[in-house]
T-cell receptor, first 117, second 114 residues
């Protein structure tokens, strides 16, 4: 069974700094998708960034980028030039490309990120 | 395009009662997934519906059930509520629920069981 682990329950950084959120996962699959979702306080969860396991190149979306290490089963999220609006709970998630009846999207327990003014 | 909507946003029930939550997906999306979010357990998958059929199910007791209608709207029902059912219930919709389909989440229904 797949598992997703986020080892940092909570983090705080100063505005404009760079922060890295860790995520490790365990799977025997060779192809899969990894996601980072952001859940701001009292607001809807939104997708931040997505990585396909068969792609070597790390995904980037503006200030957000990932460091995907397939052999190490690591998928960290880097936020550059952090802004107050980045304050949120961040979830790492794993999904198989085509899911059978017993397959589901697996989420980590989340990292609560505080951006300090 | 309107986003995923969930009703009601807040609900207070007592133990033993039952509750029905509703989710309207983004127009054109046929997959609806339900999640339970609690501080201790994080985000746990309940089930997914696609074209009115339950396609996947998480590890929750039979008190949790759901259904999907022909217009893709989905309902989730919890019978015989327990204190531990207090949580934020999120639904998410996507076009097919497969591959790299992005899941779009609703604002959630906050259920409090007294």
């Amino acid at each position: 069974a797949q598992t997703v682990t986020q080892s940092q329950p909570e983090m705080s950084v100063q505005e404009a700094e760079t922060v890295t959120l860790s995520c490790t996962y365990d799977t025997s699959e060779s192809n899969y998708y990894l996601f980072w979702y952001k859940q701001p306080p009292s607001r809807q969860m939104i997708l931040v960034i997505r990585q396909e396991a068969y792609k070597q190149q790390n995904a980037t979306e503006n200030r957000f980028s990932v460091n995907f290490q397939k052999a190490a089963k690591s998928f960290s999220l880097k936020i550059s030039d952090s802004q107050l609006g980045d304050t949120a709970m961040y979830f790492c998630a794993f999904m198989k490309p085509r899911r059978g009846r017993d397959d589901k999207i697996i989420f980590g327990k989340g990292t609560r990120l505080h951006i300090l003014p | 395009k309107a986003g995923v909507t969930q009703t009601p946003r807040y609900l207070i029930k007592t133990r033993g009662q039952q509750v029905t939550l509703s989710c309207s997906p983004i127009s054109g999306h046929r997959s609806v997934s339900w999640y339970q979010q609690t501080p201790g357990q994080g985000l746990q998958f309940l089930f997914e519906y696609f074209s009115e059929t339950q396609r996947n199910k998480g590890n929750f007791p039979g008190r949790f059930s759901g259904r999907q209608f022909s217009n893709s709207r989905s309902e989730m029902n919890v019978s015989t509520l327990e204190l531990g059912d207090s949580a934020l219930y999120l639904c998410a919709s996507s076009f097919s629920g497969q591959g790299a389909d992005t899941q779009y989440f609703g604002p959630g229904t906050r259920l409090t069981v007294l």
